[in-house]
């Protein structure tokens, strides 16, 4: 039963255009989303968080969006660099100091 | 100086033994937690302390035993180790209501 949905395994960008990674998720009680960055052989790291009483949240070059109808967010990077190529794991919890549920991330890679 | 730190990195052990994972943090957070990812790539959320305390126990096996001997340490042991526990098992620490987890490198157990 996954909660969190990351349809896409892998998404390639050309270095300097936009990076858009999409998120589903089932539970409308989630009231808080989070976006972590992974790169091998090293733990998550967290990027970027936003409540469900926003719908858009800016820290530099990422942008996290919220569609409560869709039940569905992104996050945009813009302009993408070849660090940003990781695997990006979209996550929510139902209050925030609840568990913190995972989807199966997304590989991005920017190419040169 | 690593903020959560897991040991040991890599552990590869025969069916049926009983081995540990380690983790401490030195970020001063109330709350732990034990992730795995398993082969199809999802981090899902084992067990949580805050203070010590057991907050979650997500229906895993009574193989696996978290001990908490203080707040700054979550140390996950596995009896009876099976094929299905190979997995890559992550520690992470936050403060209780931020919803901001910092992780730990991962500890890649393969169980032979």
């Known amino acids: 039963d996954q909660q969190v949905k990351q349809n896409s395994p892998s998404l390639s960008v050309q270095e300097g255009r936009i990076s858009i990674l999409n998120c589903d998720y089932t539970n409308s009680m989630f009231d808080y989303f989070l976006w972590y960055k992974k790169y091998p052989a090293e733990g998550p790291t967290f990027l970027i968080s936003i409540s469900s009483i926003k719908d858009k949240n800016e820290d530099g070059r990422f942008t996290v969006f919220l569609n409560k109808s869709a039940k569905h967010l992104s996050l945009h990077i813009v302009p993408s660099q070849p660090g940003d190529s990781a695997v990006y794991f979209c996550a929510a919890s139902a209050h925030r100091d609840d568990k913190i549920i995972f989807g199966k991330g997304t590989r991005l890679h920017i190419l040169p | 100086d690593t903020a959560v730190s897991q040991t040991p990195k890599y552990l590869v052990t025969q069916m049926g033994n009983d081995k540990s994972i380690k983790c401490e943090q030195n970020?001063?957070?109330?709350?732990m937690y034990w992730y795995k990812q398993d082969s199809k790539k999802f981090l899902k959320i084992m067990f949580s302390y805050n203070n010590k305390e057991l907050i979650i126990n997500e229906t895993v096996p009574n193989r696996f035993s978290p001990k908490s001997p203080d707040k700054a340490h979550l140390n996950l042991h596995i009896n009876s180790l099976e094929l299905g526990d190979s997995a890559v098992y992550f520690c992470?620490?936050?403060?209780?209501?931020?919803?901001?987890?910092?992780f730990g490198e991962g500890s890649r157990l393969t169980v032979l």
């Open positions: 992470a620490s936050s403060y209780r209501n931020t919803g901001e987890l910092f």
């Open positions: 970020l001063g957070h109330d709350t």
